[in-house]
């Protein structure tokens, strides 16, 4: 019993309690430091009433109902930001909430949402593994991969777009279009 107590009184001894929280604020702000951060988006800065800046409007392409080619909604999705990987993932997440009008139709419902990337002038489209088990028929398909990409086109500065499985290139996604080249205007025709 008198080795438990000697063991206490070593343990909080004031030099170790001193040491323990010199030791604990730099890991905290080590932690701070290197944490990655997501890429999220704040709200707030969707919402502003900042009336100096200009608009994004984003170009949405989705489906039209007979399944033949695409149907363009301008959807206005907040402040400009100067973010591209920013304003890919709002454009993203626009895109995934479906049209808002009429004659416009969303080819996959109630997918993951993609996380997307920049590096110069291509935006990369990292789909989670269970894209991989949309199926759809060859002229669908085109028009998802098309429509992602002729919307991430629009962006200002993005002149191709890349898609990605789980990080790492994909062949095709539903098995009928190649997806392991970039993708720009001339391939999508918009």
């Known amino acids: 019993?008198?080795?438990?107590?000697?063991?206490?009184?070593?343990?909080?001894?004031?030099?170790?309690?001193?040491?323990?929280?010199?030791?604990?604020?730099?890991?905290?702000?080590?932690?701070?430091?290197?944490?990655?951060?997501?890429?999220?988006?704040?709200?707030?800065?969707?919402?502003?009433?900042?009336?100096t800046r200009s608009r994004l409007t984003l170009s949405l392409y989705f489906a039209t109902p007979d399944g033949r080619s695409f149907a363009v909604e301008k959807r206005d999705a907040g402040l400009e930001l100067d973010d591209l990987e920013t304003r890919a993932a709002v454009a993203m997440r626009n895109y995934l909430e479906g049209p808002k009008v009429e004659g416009a139709m969303l080819l996959v419902s109630k997918m993951p949402l993609p996380t997307v990337f920049a590096h110069q002038d291509t935006v990369y489209v990292d789909l989670e593994a269970t894209w991989k088990k949309v199926q759809l028929g060859t002229q669908s398909e085109l028009l998802l991969v098309c429509g992602i990409a002729n919307t991430m086109l629009e962006l200002e500065g993005v002149q191709k777009v890349k898609y990605l499985l789980a990080g790492k290139p994909v062949e095709t996604i539903g098995g009928h279009i190649p997806t392991d080249k970039t993708f720009s205007k001339k391939e999508c025709g918009s």
Request: proline share 8%.
């Open 1 to 51: 019993m008198k080795w438990l107590k000697l063991f206490f009184r070593w343990l909080f001894s004031p030099w170790n309690i001193i040491f323990s929280i010199l030791l604990l604020g730099v890991l905290g702000i080590r932690y701070i430091q290197t944490r990655p951060t997501p890429l999220a988006i704040d709200p707030k800065l969707l919402q502003s009433t900042d009336r």
